[in-house]
């Protein structure tokens, strides 16, 4: 038997494309189930917004292993990213905090600092960013309502900034993530 390759799949405070990004994972679980385990990792935010969504329980019952930040070290990510252990890190959704982090280096938080260690031992990051261009959007809240959001100019420099670092791939749409793992994974 294969030994199955892993993946780790960070998830931040974004709220935004975080319901479809589930839905997304979901299946993408079943299709590549024989080939690869998705492991969560779960920001101190994103356990909020994972909670206030209503999605947290989906998480733990479709994935096997699910952790949540203590703190940047911890559980031990960065490292086991940078001994090879994961295939690649998919980020996703990403708050323009944790984009803006990536992009300035700053790893005061477990899922910038695993992106930013993966990147040094060039594996591939996947980022989602909930702020890709400028301008008015409307995102949907837990309750069903809209609401609208103006993205500013300096949330897209970050992520034009990503963009142009090594191994970093930046994803508009939740749909993005089932060609990363066809990519990585497919026959």
Known sequence: MVKKKRIAWGITGAGDKILETMKVMEKIRVEFEDKVDIEVFISKSGDQVVKYYGISNDIESNFDRVWVEINANAPFLAGNIQLGKYEFMLIAPTTSNTVAKIALRMGDTLISNAAIMGQKADVPIYILPSDVEEGVTITQLPDGKDLKI???????????????????YILKDPHEMVEVFQKHFGE
Request: proline share 0%; hydrophobic share 30%.
């Open 150 to 168: 103006t993205i500013r100019k300096e949330d897209v420099e970050h992520v034009e900034k990503l963009a142009q670092m090594y191994e970093t």
